[in-house]
C-alpha cells in the first residue's frame, strides 16, 4: 500500500525558512511534486523533480526561493522554502507520478498519489 506522509509545516514570519519533507511508503515513484492549497482557493503546482534529481520544475512564483531535492535510499521529498512570504500560506501536499514521463508535469491529474497535506502559515 502506497503511502505519502508530509511533515515540517508550521508558523513562520514573513521572510522566514522552513523544510518540508514527504516519506514515500513504497516503490520509488519516477515523478515526485508538491502542490499547495491557499485558503479559498484552488490547489496549484509548487514543484517536481524526477526520479534522478536532475530535473525540476517550478511554479514562477516559488522559483528562486523553493527547493526541490529527493533521497532515493530514503524515498524522501523534500522542499525547501526560503524567503517567505505570507501568500505562501497554504496546506502543502506532496504527490507522486507512478508513469515515468519524457517530461516533468504540473497538471495534478498526472499525480496519482497525495499525502494528507501539512499546513504553512506565515505571518506579516
Known amino acids: 500500500q502506497v503511502q505519502l506522509v508530509e511533515s515540517g509545516g508550521g508558523l513562520v514570519q514573513a521572510g522566514g525558512s522552513l523544510r518540508l519533507s514527504c516519506e514515500v511508503s513504497?516503490?520509488?515513484?519516477?515523478?515526485m511534486a508538491w502542490f499547495r492549497q491557499p485558503p479559498g482557493k484552488e490547489r496549484e503546482f509548487v514543484a517536481a523533480i524526477n526520479w534522478s534529481g536532475g530535473n525540476t520544475y517550478y511554479a514562477d512564483s516559488v522559483k528562486g526561493r523553493f527547493t526541490i531535492s529527493r533521497d532515493n535510499a530514503k524515498n524522501t521529498v523534500h522542499l525547501q522554502m526560503n524567503s517567505l512570504k505570507p501568500e505562501d500560506t497554504a496546506v502543502y501536499y506532496c504527490a507522486a507520478d507512478p508513469i515515468p514521463r519524457a517530461r516533468l508535469t504540473s497538471s495534478s491529474r498526472a499525480y496519482d498519489y497525495w499525502g494528507q497535506g501539512t499546513q504553512v502559515t506565515v505571518s506579516s
Open positions: 513504497g516503490p520509488t515513484f519516477s515523478g
